[in-house]
């Protein structure tokens, strides 16, 4: 009786199931579905072309260029603060984070235009700036500034929680061991943290290497990926943009992606 | 030496403790959860700050109060083992062991405490291979690779089972003994507390109630707050004693039978039975004793009833006569204070 009742509840489970992974391949593949131009649009000639042709393939090296060195910058600045933030040594903590999500949901564009009003030419860090022949507008310092501020919220919110996930316990443990608190955090925090971190590596480096809202304000030139896809969708056409942006994949998409399976592998072995 | 008489402010209440530690001699702080025994340890090691009071390490003041100074943990020469071992994870067994050696000399303790916790099979594996007992002994030779004065072990064995419990109890007596390094530790356990140390420290709502030898307390705990925490089940007022005294009933201190020559004879009805490993627990009421004089722990009128750990089975509402071996003097209990009649009207 019990088994006369349970076949056809379980061919229906069965049936249920099949459905919810045929409904979720159907979702996934409509969000891959803008990838597949690059598959039949993208052609070798177009390729080619690409090299001979307008900034050729400086762009490439501009946005790894920039956005190594943003990277860099975030990862000096930006991860004693998470620390600071994360582990309750600041206060208020909630003003510092507001502002930092501030930055995160302000809108590229908006960035762009306020980046102007504080590193144009005409504002006073504009002036100091020029004071040593060096210019926060369409230079390739100006593009790693907007890459900064773009990239600078993804990379300290997302170290502060990996911070925060720490057992608060180990530090103090590390103390009773003779750490100081310097010692302790090179030796404890940082490691064990390092997943975390590198995930919010690879979500900086993902904004920094596409930023494209502040850039097109402060940093027209020289031409990072976005930029070159913009300005040859503009002025030449759509299929010659498309080398540009498979470009801009490869070079955005390695990096995080190497992150994420090193920090999931990371986080399986302890 | 260690000396040590602080007041801490909690949120329910306020920690005081004050005791003094010989030059690896050991005390067990007992007591029940939340009744601040992991606060005086918190506060000795420099984690918690104290309103007022010192920690004397060694003749090294570590902390004081007020205005509250506290030396920094690193320079405290004080070892934690709590009941989270606290490995880090991203090192080795034998990365654990070392983190905290510096000198050639602490480096030289290795192998040896190594060996001594039965731990050479395991210098490769990653904590998360190891059970809770391999864990607290990492844990435990970490501390002991380091150049401590004092270990403070916060309940280290709950959360293990028996078997491993009895193992580390053993092995963490061993070394330290070996190192002769002073220890306390807190437990909740009344067994645990004496098997570590022969002196006892009994704490309940931040207040350091007694310390002293603890077959001595256990034998003659003074006030029926202490006895009960010891595990007394029954206290007899004088019209039970006759003798104007209040006294206590330890169930492990009371035998079956009438023998006035080794205590004070009890006769009583039998109102609950429960099974006691190989034993019976068995609450006995004991009729026409209920002229308590009041108190939290015999309120007026409330009928006297007694615990005992029996061989016999007995069934409820049977008889019994049972003799409580020599019990000790109590306190007379606190008094509640009277309660005034409420007015008519108001």
Redesign the interface.
């Known amino acids: 009786m019990l088994i006369g009742t349970s076949v056809p509840f379980a061919a229906g489970r069965r049936a249920g199931h099949t459905f919810a992974v045929l409904a979720s391949l159907l979702v996934w593949l409509v969000m891959l579905a803008p990838l597949l131009p690059l598959v039949t649009r993208l052609h070798a000639r177009t390729i080619a072309a690409t090299g001979r042709t307008g900034p050729g393939w400086s762009p490439v090296w501009v946005s790894l260029g920039s956005a190594g060195i943003a990277l860099t910058v975030l990862v000096l600045g930006g991860t004693g603060l998470a620390w600071m933030l994360a582990t309750g040594r600041l206060p208020a903590p909630r003003v510092w984070e507001a502002g930092l999500l501030l930055m995160q949901l302000m809108p590229p564009l908006v960035i762009g235009l306020l980046l102007v009003f504080l590193v144009g030419p005409y504002t006073a860090v504009g002036r100091l700036l020029a004071d040593v022949h060096l210019s926060a507008t369409n230079t390739f310092l100006a593009l790693v500034v907007a890459e900064v501020y773009e990239a600078a919220p993804y990379y300290v919110l997302g170290a502060q929680a990996a911070f925060a996930a720490l057992?608060p316990?180990?530090a103090?443990?590390?103390?009773?061991?003779?750490?100081?608190p310097v010692r302790t955090f090179r030796?404890?925090s940082l490691?064990?943290a390092?997943p975390g971190l590198a995930a919010a590596l690879a979500a900086a480096w993902a904004r920094a290497v596409g930023a494209f809202g502040a850039v097109i304000i402060i940093a027209y030139h020289p031409y990072g990926l976005p930029l070159a896809v913009w300005t040859t969708l503009e002025e030449v056409g759509l299929e010659q943009a498309l080398p540009y942006a498979a470009a801009l994949l490869l070079v955005a998409v390695p990096v995080p992606l190497a992150a994420y399976l090193w920090s999931a592998r990371a986080r399986r072995?302890? | 030496m260690l000396d040590v008489d602080v007041e801490v402010p909690r949120s329910s209440f306020v920690v005081r403790a004050a005791f003094c530690v010989g030059v690896a001699g050991r005390l067990a702080l007992y007591g029940p959860s939340g009744s601040g025994k992991t606060t005086v340890l918190e506060t000795i090691a420099g984690l918690v700050r104290p309103s007022r009071g010192h920690v004397v390490l060694g003749g090294r003041t570590l902390t004081s109060a007020p205005p509250c100074r506290v030396v920094a943990l690193p320079d405290r020469r004080i070892g934690l083992l709590a009941q989270a071992p606290g490995l880090f994870a991203h090192l080795d067994v034998a990365a654990n062991l070392a983190y905290g050696a510096r000198s050639p000399a602490q480096r030289d303790r290795l192998p040896g405490l190594t060996e001594a916790l039965g731990l050479t099979g395991l210098l490769g594996a990653r904590p998360r291979e190891l059970s809770g007992g391999q864990a607290q002994r990492v844990a435990l030779g970490r501390v002991l690779v380091t150049d401590v004065d004092l270990v403070l072990l916060d309940e280290p064995f709950a959360g293990l089972d028996p078997a491993a419990r009895a193992e580390l109890a053993g092995l963490v007596d061993r070394v330290l003994a070996e190192r002769r390094v002073a220890a306390i530790l807190v437990s909740h356990e009344l067994g645990e507390a004496q098997g570590f140390s022969g002196r006892l420290g009994v704490i309940h709502g931040g207040r350091l109630l007694a310390v002293g030898g603890s077959a001595e307390l256990v034998r003659d705990p003074r006030t029926s707050e202490v006895a009960g925490l010891l595990g007394y089940r029954g206290v007899l007022p004088p019209t039970v004693t006759g003798d104007g005294t209040w006294r206590g009933v330890h169930p492990d201190r009371v035998v079956s039978g009438a023998w006035s020559e080794r205590g004070i004879v009890l006769t009583g009805c039998v109102v609950r039975v429960q099974p006691h490993g190989p034993r019976v627990r068995v609450t006995l009421e004991l009729p026409g004793a209920g002229a308590g004089r009041g108190g939290r722990e015999l309120p007026e009128g409330a009928p006297v009833r007694v615990e005992a750990h029996l061989d016999a089975p007995v069934e409820v509402g049977q008889p019994v006569t049972v003799t409580a071996l020599d019990p000790p003097l109590l306190d007379p209990p606190v008094l509640d204070p009277p309660v005034a009649p409420r007015q008519a009207g108001t």
């Open positions: 057992d316990r180990l103090v443990t590390a103390g009773l061991l003779g750490d100081r030796r404890v490691p064990l390092a072995r302890r």
